[in-house]
């Protein structure tokens, strides 16, 4: 009996500890019924979430949340959302998750990243500006480096050319960073039918204009199938895989475009026989400016983008990019669709 009674006391005392520890997390908590009800919340949930507990205690969350957000993100389902305007106030931007736990019930857990879409709003509009104001001063410099004429000052000449190589790849950095901020500010796409055999066409000349000769380019077309988006968005990002492609492979080597169905959509890919890229770069390719060997990528014209600019159509085509390399070997990079982004061709 007294054993009972220090077991229980201890129990409360712990439960009163858990208790203290989830009111003083800066995250709002909030334990859901099966039916969305609330049944217990911290004091986070008041500021970041507007419900308060005991006040709010049997309420039917979703429904205060109302058709904001918020609301149209819990009666979705999911288990998680990036980035959702608070139902208190939409400047405090959250990210939510939704947990199971027991007998159909849900945590609902939202963290407060009002301060990191801050700096992140800020960072892309700083890199946006700097672009634009880059872009004229360095267009005028080109311009200029282009009427001169190496042969009218042979002195000069190597000068010269490597000044027009740098401010060649000045411009081509600044374009690059220009089409980042053009696609993170894009909200919709343009619908339209980007038809694929005379885009893969040209994708392969491009590869063997790019390539000159120094590898055996192949295209393999099987998809029977258009696709709907941004044409010129996807021109962009199937023809920066085809470029780097014929950059990371070394003379001698394959280049296969392949656009093929599978299971529940179609892929487009590029393999080359290439130098590969080591496992642990894999994951970081797509961030700006991350390059497996900064010389390599200058020596062949990159600018550390392309693959930064890939991610980003694919994404607002809700596609994903697969990845697979070999060191050695050579790599293969995929890009994944949806079936609701095909236009399958009649037999
Ligand atoms: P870059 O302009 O430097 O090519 P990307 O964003 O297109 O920039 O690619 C990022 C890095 O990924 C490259 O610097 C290179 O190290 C690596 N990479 C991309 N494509 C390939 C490939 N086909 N084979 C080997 N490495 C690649």
Redesign the pocket.
């Known amino acids: 009996m007294n054993a009972d009674r220090v077991r229980a006391r201890s129990l409360v005392a712990q439960l009163r500890d858990l208790r203290t520890v989830a009111c003083a997390l800066p995250d709002a908590l909030v334990l859901l019924d099966r039916d969305g009800r609330m049944r217990w919340c911290n004091p986070a949930a008041g500021r970041l979430l507007g419900i308060a507990w005991p006040r709010d205690r049997g309420l039917a969350v979703a429904g205060r949340f109302g058709d904001g957000e918020a609301g149209t993100w819990l009666r979705q389902g999911r288990d998680d959302a990036d980035d959702v305007a608070s139902p208190v106030d939409a400047a405090v931007r959250l990210q939510p998750s939704l947990i199971p736990y027991g007998d159909h019930r849900r945590l609902l857990i939202a963290r407060d990243i009002s301060r990191v879409t801050r700096l992140e709003q800020v960072r892309r509009d700083s890199a946006a500006l700097l672009s634009r104001e880059f872009l004229t001063p360095l267009t005028v410099i080109h311009g200029y480096l282009e009427l001169l004429d190496p042969g009218d000052v042979p002195g000069l000449a190597p000068v010269l050319n490597e000044m027009r190589t740098q401010s060649q790849r000045m411009r081509q950095i600044v374009e690059?960073l220009l089409e980042l901020s053009r696609l993170e500010m894009q909200q919709h796409l343009s619908e339209e039918h980007l038809e694929m055999a005379p885009l893969l066409d040209s994708l392969r000349r491009e590869a063997e204009a790019l390539s000159q000769g120094r590898h055996r380019v192949r295209l393999e077309d099987d998809a029977r199938a258009d696709l709907l988006g941004s044409p010129k968005d996807l021109h962009s990002a199937f023809s920066?895989?085809v470029?780097?492609?014929v950059?990371?492979?070394p003379e001698g080597g394959a280049i296969t475009i392949r656009w093929r169905r599978v299971p529940g959509g179609a892929e487009y890919s590029?393999t080359?026989t290439?130098?590969?890229?080591p496992a642990e770069?894999l994951s970081r390719?797509?961030e700006?400016?991350?390059?497996?060997?900064?010389s390599?990528?200058?020596a062949?014209?990159?600018?550390?983008?392309?693959?930064?600019?890939?991610k980003h159509v694919l994404n607002l085509h809700g596609a994903q990019l697969r990845i697979e390399?070999e060191p050695g070997n050579?790599?293969t990079?995929t890009c994944v669709f949806d079936d609701a982004r095909l236009l399958p061709l009649d037999a």
């Open positions: 690059d920066n895989l470029s780097n492609a950059r990371y492979t590029v080359d290439g130098y590969g890229i770069h390719l797509t700006r400016f991350y390059r497996v060997s900064s390599r990528s200058r062949t014209g990159g600018t550390g983008l392309g693959l930064s600019i890939v390399s050579g790599s990079f």
